[in-house]
């Protein structure tokens, strides 16, 4: 579809969990939103989303905003490869 994507990474203190998903989710282009506990004390990222723009310019200048809005550090993780997979439902 021509859009840049990127799984992202914030280590994000319990107490502001609901704060910082809030404005995470105030993004048009997260699909996904979701906290994870690490079991590998050497990854201590706790919310992990998914975000699309337009291109890449896009993509990072909105990064930047969350973390300038949050006082966090956005980790980027690009799509290097896409995988695409067929879906099919049955519907009876």
Request: proline residues 3%; glycine residues 6%.
């Amino acid at each position: 579809m021509g859009r840049e994507a990127t799984l992202a990474a914030v280590k994000v203190p319990e107490e502001r969990i609901d704060e910082v998903s809030a404005i995470v989710n105030e993004y048009s282009g997260v699909s996904h939103n979701y906290l994870r506990k690490g079991k590998n004390k050497n990854i201590p990222y706790n919310m992990w989303f998914t975000m699309s723009a337009k291109d890449d310019e896009e993509l990072h200048s909105r990064l930047k905003e969350i973390e300038d809005r949050t006082g966090l550090t956005v980790r980027s993780l690009p799509t290097t490869k896409k995988f695409k997979i067929g879906v099919r439902f049955k519907i009876y």
